[in-house]
């Protein structure tokens, strides 16, 4: 179990990451220009760990100004293979109380204007994301999170399973858009997600979220709309939740990987590898080179 190599995407409030050994802090660089921070790399366990702060530490981005692409370009480079995705989401269901967990295992994108794809300028992929998350690693994170739950004794609960609607922000929903939403059948909603999981499976690295419940949105007649004091403070109380949940999480992740991502570019890449433009070979040689060598 020497050789895991595990990506952690740090969502708002959680800006670093406990008992990281032999830490070290790395600035990649990528085709994609430079990701949200520095990528901070060390041990959990005998696991190697790579850390990144999707907002950059002191919360510095708003979500459509991240630039996905070079985060994920940059966990790829450096080996990640699983990536541990943590976002604060608002509930839009009433059972989904501020405070729970939720391990999601699909989306509703609705941003626009993020790229959402590697590829283009002279290569094109259609990679598929039916199944958008990691069956491995969607478990495993349950079994975590409801074993921190059950020893915490927080009150919290976990739901395994549910549907992500990601909007653009940076401001919350209308009224109006929140119900809509509920009537799509969402089950939580953030900023966050997309690009991120798509381009997770372009990378080939497998992927799941921990959504961490906040607020009501502002669907629940019953509750004061959402304002950013209430979230952040149940937003620090999830913070040492995950954290404490990556911990056991990361013990479980097997060595081999071996999941839906891992092969998702073979027999993706439509392009005649004759009329992929060096450029393009360069660009996306941490991506393609075992497919166009």
Known sequence: MGNRVIGVIGG??????????DLEEVAVDTPFGAPSDRLLRGKLGDAVVVFLSRHGRGHRMHPHEV??????????????????????????RVDIRPGDLVVVDQYIDRTWGRPSTFFGDGIVAHVSFGDPVSPILSDILYQAAVERSRAGGGGERVHRGGTYVCINGPQFSTRAESHMYRKFGVDVIGMTAMPEAKLAREAEMSY????????????????????????????KKNARLAREVVALAVERIPERHECIAANALRGAIMTDPAQVPAEARRRLQALIGRYLS
């Open 208 to 235: 799941a979220t921990l959504a961490l419940s906040t607020d009501y949105d502002c669907w629940h007649e019953s509750e004061e709309e959402v304002s950013v004091e209430a979230v952040v403070a149940i937003m």
């Open 12 to 21: 708002s409030g959680i800006y670093d990451l406990d008992g990281l050994r």
């Open 67 to 92: 630039n996905y692409r070079a985060n994920l370009f940059a966990l790829k480079t450096l080996g990640v293979e699983w990536v541990l995705s943590l976002s604060a989401v608002g509930s839009m």
